[in-house]
């Protein structure tokens, strides 16, 4: 195995890393870089829009193959927050993870999605109207997150009493999954057991409804396909993933456009319809910027180099998506592209299973926000990044009338 000296290192990027993903797909789209975790070694971390789609179909590329790496599994596993994780359909293997899969597959069609988005739009505009009506408010605090649960409570079939307090656990107990050089936070595994506990009062508290997915998983614990620690892991996975994607793509939409008021003012005139410029916006303010790292089963090539068994490599959803070689835009926001953004979601097996929904209330959050506080604009230099290197969003979006809007 030979090992370029140019490690890329994912830990240097700072809030703007898209040059670099630019340079490494110049250099042949993949580069051997920093161990995405501590428990592995070095990695090949692959940037092109080819080589990442190969690396999320790859048959020998899995979440926890068999062999000397369940040595490493077992150790990461060792924390309440990724223990629960790996009981998760999101790093399950096959057949596991079709096994987990399947059953709810049928209700997070592009129908669904659709169904939705009618749903939302009144929350989303009620929502929109408050905020607008204060001096200055939160697009995250007080529109993003609490229309995300909205959808979540639907989707789940579970009444969230406190969007704030669970969005936060869940944020939390998502930095177990982010690319670290130490061990996992202890704040995520704690998040972790009160989002365990939260979802197991409410399942043993008669608080899951019949007409969402969770009585579908419980559904399946009955029927003794699946165990009751399954349904948790499912339930609380989705708690974070249901609301981690809209919320920071929302956020980094907000960002985006303010940065390209040519492309603004598309969307205010009504150039752009919502769910084009929602698809657009994926691919360019991609949420999570690295795929979970991949591990392979047996020797294989990629990229031109040697992976050997137990080595990892791992996708970098971000730059994939501004590969000029798929998306004419590349690093240029253009709301008129008309190009899907289907790598934001993955690809292969472990595609994001609710996309449609995630695309619908993106959608559903611009036509809001653009329409029930037009002229409003994101107050730049007040806003806080996310401090992650896997997921990329804002912490805060504060908004503030634009010169000359006068007070509702």
Not at 118 to 123: F, I, T, Y
Not at 325 to 335: K, N, Q, T, W, Y
């Amino acid at each position: 195995m030979t090992i370029q000296p140019d490690l890329f290192d994912p830990f240097a990027l700072g809030s703007d890393p898209f040059p670099e993903f630019a340079r490494r797909r110049t250099e042949g789209g993949a580069s051997w870089g920093k161990p995405p975790y501590p428990e592995v070694g070095v990695a090949l971390y692959v940037f092109s829009h080819a080589l990442v789609s190969e690396a999320l179909k790859h048959p020998f590329l899995l979440q926890a193959p068999p062999g000397t790496y369940q040595e490493v599994r077992q150790k990461i596993s060792a924390n309440p927050a990724l223990d629960l994780l790996t009981r998760s359909m999101l790093l399950s293997d096959p057949p596991r993870h079709m096994h987990l899969r399947r059953p709810l597959a049928g209700s997070l069609t592009f129908s669904a999605g659709k169904g939705l988005f009618n749903q939302l739009m009144p929350k989303a505009s009620e929502l929109t109207r408050a905020a607008a009506g204060k001096p200055w408010f939160d697009a995250i605090r007080d529109i993003g997150l609490p229309l995300s649960f909205s959808g979540l409570e639907q989707i789940l079939g579970i009444d969230i009493d406190d969007p704030w307090l669970i969005g936060s656990d869940a944020q939390r107990m998502a930095k177990a999954l982010d690319i670290r050089t130490g061990n996992v936070d202890n704040d995520a595994n704690e998040a972790c057991r009160r989002l365990e506990a939260w979802a197991s009062q409410a399942i043993e508290g008669g608080g899951v409804r019949p007409n969402g997915i969770s009585a579908q998983m419980l559904a399946e614990v009955e029927a003794g396909r699946w165990r009751r620690d399954d349904a948790i892991a499912n339930i609380v996975f989705l708690l974070f993933a249901g609301q981690a994607t809209v919320v920071d793509t929302f956020g980094n939409a907000l960002a985006a456009l303010a940065e390209a008021p040519d492309q603004l003012s598309l969307l205010e005139g009504g150039t752009v319809g919502w769910s084009a410029a929602a698809e657009e916006l994926l691919r360019f303010c991609a949420p999570v910027h690295f795929a979970g790292a991949r591990i392979a089963a047996q020797d294989l090539e990629i990229g031109g180099a040697t992976i050997a068994a137990g080595q990892a490599v791992v996708p970098v959803l971000a730059s994939a998506n501004r590969d000029v070689s798929v998306f004419p835009a590349g690093d240029r926001l253009d709301l008129r592209s008309g190009v899907s953004s289907a790598l934001a979601f993955g690809t292969g097996l472990h595609a994001c299973l609710g996309q449609h929904v995630a695309r619908a209330e993106l959608a559903v959050l611009l036509e809001a926000l653009f329409t029930e506080a037009s002229g409003w604009r994101l107050d730049i230099p007040n806003v806080v990044r996310r401090d992650s290197v896997l997921f990329y969003g804002l912490e805060t979006a504060p908004m503030i009338r634009a010169a000359g809007l006068p007070a509702i």
